[in-house]
């Protein structure tokens, strides 16, 4: 994973330059693979695409994205130069380039003022279509090919919403004490199953289909804003630099009343800050404590944590929110919280987004077909968090947010499935936690746990499926599942056939 992190360009240049020196070598991350021979030898000047259209000398294995915001605060809005470098990523010639734009699902949230490809002219077409832009090239772009597109706009972010109780809604928008930016840029749509994916906006959930990329941001804002960005930070009078390696999406927070808390503990060297309305300054301490403790225990429990900083930013919204390398907390955890002890959503909240790190960011999944796959497994974290450090409150913890809503409904659903709020919360997070608790309980805790890790370690940068999660199950333990899994799933998978009791058509 340390190798990953690195910037694409700067990997595949390495690459190149060793496999021109020895004319043979192994390209692939695990090494020992067979000797390649090389297909080309390294260009020296630019590779023209039809109509004049440059290509990238250093084909990225991921998008890189520049970005330059200029932040008009007092309006919530942003003026922004994008630039995003990237290469073909299907097996065909493409002339449509695709982008997903959440924000886009207000009407004139976002106006594009031009868009190019880098090192040419001529501007492109683009054509917004729901939330989606349609980009098209002057040529085909070759499959092997990668060039850099570049865009002009400005984006007004939404009003802040404050739906106590609900999940989902807008992870961008502006209220009266901060603005929260998560998915608000032209981010380049996964090319999944032949096809660009452009889903849409569902209001209930995150509704996010995000892959890895890399991300040097930006963000010019007014006197007296502080700017709280993921990842590594420069800053210099009104410029707040950052640079993240390998997210599934870059966010910023900025407001004129933060009051930012850096923790004096350094967790597996991890820097964690805290930013929260100076009004709430006072609670500073407890979530810090929150966040340390989660790192660590979710470090040791599944993996590495991916970056050198962890940034939490109070929101104007009511719930908290999961992002790279940032998690947002609502002001009404803060309003609502008496101001010490365990039993309450902003102790719990703290530590779910966190765990999000682990079952979002490090190991993906699709958030609108599959968002059991993380919100599941953040709920069990919280389990996890409060028998480490709270074991006197699990029971409170269990009959808080499990027993005490009788939840029901399958597990498995998509966004799209989901008639509420309520029934999403009750079905994925409330059963989802379930689900993994009679697993736990089926196969003994010390499986549970090693499978979790293994699980982890090997889905870690990948988009993970359902099959991939019971593989991992059935490489730890040989308890029959079927039962628990047809009392949680709508429709149930295929189980391995060592957890299923050799079941007729079992997967072997
Ligand atoms: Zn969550």
């Not at 289909?209 to 210099?236: K, R």
């Not at 746990?449 to 199950?473: G, H, R, S, W």
């Not at 949680?488 to 957890?499: D, E, G, Q, S």
Request: proline letters at 7%; charged letters at 20%; glycine letters at 8%.
């Amino acid at each position: 994973m340390h190798a990953q992190n690195r910037p694409a360009h700067v990997k595949v240049a390495t690459i190149s330059v060793a496999c021109t020196l020895t004319l043979l070598c192994s390209c692939g991350e695990s090494g020992g693979g067979k000797p390649i021979a090389p297909t080309s030898p390294p260009r020296a000047t630019p590779r023209m695409l039809g109509t004049g259209m440059p290509a990238l000398e250093d084909v990225p294995n991921r998008p890189l994205y520049a970005i330059n915001v200029t932040l008009d605060y007092a309006n919530g809005s942003l003026t922004v130069q994008e630039r995003v470098e990237f290469k073909n990523p299907s097996n065909v010639p493409l002339r449509q380039i695709k982008f997903n734009v959440p924000p886009a699902r207000h009407p004139n949230a976002i106006t594009v003022k031009d868009a190019r490809v880098f090192g040419q002219p001529a501007n492109l077409r683009f054509d917004p279509v729901g939330t989606a832009l349609i980009v098209t090239l002057p040529a085909l772009l070759p499959t092997d090919a990668a060039i850099a597109l570049t865009f002009d706009y400005t984006l007004k972010l939404p009003p802040a919403e404050s739906m106590v109780g609900a999940i989902g809604g807008d992870d961008s928008s502006s209220g009266p004490n901060a603005l929260i930016a998560g998915h608000w840029y032209l981010m380049l749509a996964p090319w999944r199953d032949g096809n660009w994916d452009t889903p849409g906006f569902y209001p209930v959930g995150d509704s996010y289909n995000d892959e890895l990329a890399d991300y040097d941001v930006t963000i010019l804002a007014p006197d007296g804003v502080t700017v709280a960005g993921a990842g590594d930070e420069q800053h210099n009078g009104r410029q707040w630099r950052y640079s993240l390696r390998n997210a599934r999406v870059f966010a910023f927070g900025a407001s004129d009343q933060f009051a930012v808390e850096k923790d004096d503990i350094v967790i597996d060297g991890i820097e964690i800050y805290h930013y929260a309305l100076k009004k709430h300054a006072n609670l500073s301490g407890h979530v810090l404590i929150t966040a340390e403790r989660a790192l660590k225990l979710f470090g040791q429990l599944y993996g590495p944590y991916p970056y050198k900083t962890l940034r939490i930013i109070e929101t104007d919204r009511a719930q908290g929110q999961e992002y790279s390398a940032v998690v947002g907390l609502g002001s009404v955890l803060y309003e609502r919280y008496p101001g010490g002890g365990s039993r309450h959503d902003l102790i719990a909240s703290t530590a779910h987004e966190i765990s999000h790190q682990w079952w979002f960011q490090t190991v993906g999944n699709d958030q609108i077909k599959t968002p059991w796959l993380d919100e599941s497994f953040a709920r069990m974290a919280e389990v996890k968090f409060y028998e480490a450090y709270y074991p006197n409150d699990v029971d409170w913890w269990m009959e808080n947010y499990l027993r005490s809503k009788k939840p029901t409904g399958a597990i498995d659903g998509t966004l799209g499935s989901f008639g509420d709020s309520q029934a999403y919360l009750n079905g994925v997070y409330r059963r989802g936690a379930m689900f993994l608790l009679d697993v736990r309980t089926a196969m003994g805790t010390t499986a549970f746990d090693a499978a979790m890790k293994d699980y982890f370690v090997v889905e870690t940068d990948k988009i993970t499926n359902a099959n991939a999660f019971f593989d991992a199950l059935a490489r730890n333990s040989n308890a029959d599942l079927s039962v628990i899994v047809r009392d949680y799933f709508a429709n149930p998978p295929v189980l391995p056939c060592k957890i299923s009791a050799n079941a007729p058509g079992c997967r072997k």
